[in-house]
């Protein structure tokens, strides 16, 4: 099955489908036949049931390496080594 993402602001203003998942970018998934009702919106994607899934387990883990990223006490370099003096910074950002 395919789909479509679609910045749920777009969704809000008008006033169409409120209970739809949100990613944790801030788009809304969408069964590919909801286009019928999305006329004059833009910034539209279309995505397949496997891109979502592995979509979503990304950012699953993207969210929860950002959690243990506040944990870690030293960044490890390509040949598998901690460096301690390099300082990561944790970058966040906010939806709307």
Request: glycine residues 8%.
């Amino acid at each position: 099955m395919n789909y479509v993402l679609i910045e749920k602001t777009q969704l809000d203003a008008k006033g169409v489908y409120p209970y739809a998942e949100v990613l944790p970018d801030g788009r809304a998934i969408l069964p590919l036949n909801a286009l019928k009702g999305l006329d004059g919106v833009s910034g539209i994607s279309l995505i397949s049931g496997d891109d979502l899934k592995v979509m979503k387990e990304q950012q699953e883990a993207g969210l929860q390496a950002s959690e243990d990223a506040n944990t870690q006490e030293s960044p490890v370099t390509d040949d598998g080594t901690a460096d301690a003096t390099e300082e990561t910074e944790t970058v966040t950002t906010e939806t709307e």
